[in-house]
């Protein structure tokens, strides 16, 4: 069993006190760039996308204990060189957007931009990456202002339209580790989310150090950010799986919660 960590900028107050070596355990963590559903065994837990979670819905469960949650602002954006309500059906350019941000893209596109995607662009290889009016990011490069153009916060278009937070990564365990019991896990996990929120000054320099990057945006959003589930947060990512998930590379599966499944 191994306790798997995505490298991602939303998770380092959850990740920095393993590779930091703030924290010392004898479980075995190992923090990974870009972690994928396959990347995740049967007896593994791990803490991962939104949208990788559906991929291994049929084999692990969510554990609700740990979490991020964004709270109203985030490292996702949608650029678009017009007001959004000026553009009508155009490619999509995915620029290195993670899971969370395509599900976001695609559950708001119609209902919130009212715009139309006539394909979704994912390499600049494509021919239609010329014609991409809309163009979604995530990480450093969304949390600064375009010299030119606008930006959309997804997360903050997602509260808008429907009043409720956005779930970015989710701790998934295999069944056979529910079994076995992951108060070990889940009381590790804690102390490194105290220690990564204590020590949070620490978190954003060496997140800052990544690149050139809004300081006091960076702040809010670390600040704003949650790390288990509430009731709402459950029906928020239960309802973009249910809209973002059309046409694309992931399933409409949604993971039960380890405490909804029924006592035997």
Not at 195 to 221: F, H, K, S, W, Y
Request: hydrophobic fraction near 45%; avoid cysteine; charged fraction near 25%.
């Amino acid at each position: 069993m191994t306790m798997l960590i995505d490298d991602a900028l939303v998770t380092a107050h959850i990740r920095a006190p393993f590779s930091e070596g703030w924290l010392e355990t004898d479980v075995p963590v190992e923090i990974r760039s870009r972690l994928r559903a396959g990347d995740v065994g049967p007896d593994d837990v791990a803490l991962v996308s939104v949208a990788e979670a559906t991929l291994l819905a049929s084999t692990h469960v969510i554990v609700p204990d740990i979490a991020v949650i964004y709270d109203g602002v985030s490292d996702i954006a949608m650029r678009t060189p017009v007001r959004p309500d000026g553009i009508d059906a155009v490619p999509i350019r995915l620029l290195e957007a993670g899971g969370t941000a395509e599900l976001l893209i695609r559950a708001l596109l119609r209902p919130y931009f009212g715009i139309t995607a006539s394909t979704f662009v994912r390499s600049d290889d494509d021919p239609a990456v010329a014609d991409a009016q809309v163009i979604v990011i995530d990480g450093l490069l969304a949390l600064d202002e375009p010299e030119s153009g606008f930006q959309e916060d997804l997360v903050r278009s997602w509260f808008i339209l429907t009043g409720m937070r956005v779930p970015g990564h989710v701790l998934v365990a295999g069944l056979s580790r529910v079994h076995a019991g992951l108060d070990k896990e889940i009381s590790v996990l804690r102390e490194a989310v105290a220690m990564g929120t204590e020590r949070r000054r620490e978190v954003r320099q060496m997140i800052a150090a990544g690149g050139e990057v809004d300081r006091d945006r960076l702040a809010e959003m670390t600040n704003r950010l949650r790390f288990s589930f509430e009731a709402e947060d459950r029906a928020s990512m239960r309802d973009i799986i249910g809209r973002g998930t059309w046409g694309g590379p992931y399933p409409r599966a949604i993971p039960v919660f380890v405490d909804e499944i029924p006592a035997t």
